[in-house]
């Protein structure tokens, strides 16, 4: 069965920098789009960056220039480098993907989560 497991969460100071990995597993042929999520406390969840298949990238305006995505096919994995993080970056990060598994089935998954928290 195809599953997403979110690594590299913490607790960091303002300013500091952590990586997010996600890792599918499975009977995996192809993915396609992966991204991350986040939702704060009290906050509904919101999108942060998406690649696709061929690497072109997305960001959301409030993590530009300070969030990285980049993608690992070989290991069916996704990274999320976050730098000069802000209190206000302090959430639930989740890992999506579009996974086309050996029965040929098109899956949106989702993984547990793993917590960011910036602060002093």
């Known amino acids: 069965q195809v599953q997403l497991v979110e690594s590299g969460g913490g607790l960091v100071q303002p300013g500091g920098s952590l990586r997010l990995s996600c890792a599918a597993s499975g009977r995996i042929v192809s993915i396609n789009g992966m991204g991350w999520y986040r939702q704060a406390p009290g906050k509904q969840r919101e999108y942060v960056a998406a690649i696709t298949s061929g690497g072109s990238t997305n960001y959301a305006d409030s993590v530009k220039g300070r969030f990285t995505i980049s993608r690992n096919d070989a290991k069916n994995t996704v990274y999320l480098q976050m730098n000069s993080l802000k209190p206000e970056d302090t959430a639930v990060y989740y890992c999506?993907?579009?996974?086309?598994?050996?029965?040929?089935?098109?899956?949106?998954?989702w993984g547990q989560g793993t917590q960011v928290t910036v602060s002093s």
């Open positions: 999506y993907a579009d996974i086309l598994n050996s029965d040929y089935i098109l899956l949106g998954s």
